[in-house]
Nanobody, 117 residues
Framework: QVQLVESGGGLVQPGGSLRLSCAAS????????MAWYRQAPGKQRELVAS???????TYADSVKGRFTISRDNAKNTVALQMNSLKPEDTAVYYC???????????WGQGTQVTVSS
């Protein structure tokens, strides 16, 4: 079992910044991928950014150059630094963990990010 807890969401103005954090606990093994997904009302959940335990990163085209994912393998945490936020970034952001060997995927409870004037 893996438990994921997100924090750092909130209300920000367009152009502002937020930093999301996710703490993982439980049976964490490598190799794995930790990622951030988001889901806006009426839309499907989409990948925002991911980072493997080896350090390889992936970003959605819509956030490239604005968001940065980072992780601390020793602490089992992953963060998402979000800069130059746009109203279309408004969504519930979910932390995701995927264990490669078992193919099991775990999700956090989500944290709301609202970008509005």
């Amino acid at each position: 079992q893996v438990q994921l807890v997100e924090s750092g969401g909130g209300l920000v103005q367009p152009g502002g910044s937020l930093r999301l954090s996710c703490a993982a606990s439980g049976n964490i093994f490598s190799p794995n991928t930790m990622a951030w997904y988001r889901q806006a009302p009426g839309k499907q959940r989409e990948l925002v950014a991911s980072m493997t335990s080896a350090g390889y990163t992936t970003y959605a085209d819509s956030v490239k150059g604005r968001f940065t994912i980072s992780r601390d393998n020793a602490k089992n945490t992953v963060a998402l630094q979000m800069n130059s936020l746009k109203p279309e970034d408004t969504a519930v952001y979910y932390c995701n963990y995927r264990h490669w060997t078992s193919s099991r995927t775990y999700w956090g409870q989500g944290t709301q990010v609202t970008v509005s004037s």
